[in-house]
């Protein structure tokens, strides 16, 4: 019977113990590293800063018997479809076989703005000028009230609460 051959030990280094070998870093060490995840988070924040910026602005608007509210601020009945407000914000409402035309003039943040809107059968029309610059709206009936179009592209959500055909002659969410 013949012997078995000798037993040679290999010496292969394992886990680096050689020079010569590179370690690799694992992808999960990697994705935890703090730039990664600081860029993650900036990411996260600027979504939601483009979320926010372009999110609809929601107005809310009632005429009851106790006058017209806009936003929190009441203008009180004066009689004869005229309201006006502490700060000399002023609403008039001119109900007609024709339609209902309302015009507002007021201060919105600092800046002169009248109004008029003329209530149709499929929604209402709009004129403003804001510290003497002219523009248009178009609001369309909703479930909650007004959806209102800007000439200039901007949109705004008048949520109408006591009396579902209330004008809102006023540029709101500008």
């Known amino acids: 019977m013949a012997e078995p051959p000798e037993r040679q ?16 870093r694992r992808m999960r060490r990697t994705l935890l590293s703090w730039p990664v995840l600081a860029a993650i988070v900036g990411a996260g924040a600027a979504l939601a800063g483009v979320l926010l910026a372009t999110a609809e602005p929601r107005v809310e608007v009632r005429l009851d018997a ?5 936003d929190g601020e009441r203008l009180g ?8 407000g502490p700060g000399g ?12 035309v309302a015009g507002a003039s007021a201060l919105l943040d600092g800046r002169h ?5 003329e209530l149709g059968a499929d929604g209402e ?4 000028t804001l510290d003497g610059g002219a523009l248009t709206a178009s609001d369309e ?3 909650y009230g007004w959806h209102r179009r800007y000439s200039d592209g901007r949109t705004v959500a008048i949520l109408l609460t006591g009396e ?7 540029a709101v969410g500008r």
């Not at 579902?164 to 006023?170: H, M, Q, T």
Request: proline fraction near 5%; include cysteine; charge should be positive.
């Open 77 to 84: 009945v004066r009689g004869a479809g005229t309201y006006e």
């Open 89 to 100: 914000a002023a609403l008039v409402i001119v109900r007609r076989a024709q339609g209902t």
């Open 164 to 170: 579902r055909d209330a004008p809102v002659p006023f």
């Open 125 to 128: 029309s709009c004129s403003f």
């Open 66 to 70: 106790a006058g017209y509210q806009i």
């Open 9 to 24: 030990d290999l010496s292969i280094p394992l886990g680096g113990l050689s020079r010569h070998v590179v370690r690799r």
């Open 113 to 117: 703005m009248t109004g008029r809107c």
């Open 141 to 143: 009936r909703t479930s």
